[in-house]
């Protein structure tokens, strides 16, 4: 699926990558976060966890996890700061 997507958007990455799992889960879904590193920091989430910048976590829409509903829409957010943390909750 990633190497099919020519976006390097965030939200249309994860929309592709929903599309590619749904019906392929078994009932189940992935959560994921998905950044474009660079000026501006995007973000984008799918029911993961968000990252917190300079210690506070980014405030980024978190939308379906992936494989739940084939039509998730994702939004992105602009992140700011000077430290970036990612987190997982697995």
Known sequence: ILRNEKSSSPAAILSALNRGLHGQTGGGFVTCCCLRLGTPL???SA???????DGRE???????????????SYEEAIL???????????
């Open 58 to 72: 980014a405030a980024i829409p978190c939308g379906l996890p992936l494989g739940i509903v084939a039509d998730a």
């Open 80 to 90: 700011t700061g000077s430290a970036l943390t990612l987190v997982s909750d697995g």
């Open 47 to 53: 029911g993961h966890p968000a990252p917190y910048t």
């Open 42 to 44: 995007t973000a984008a």
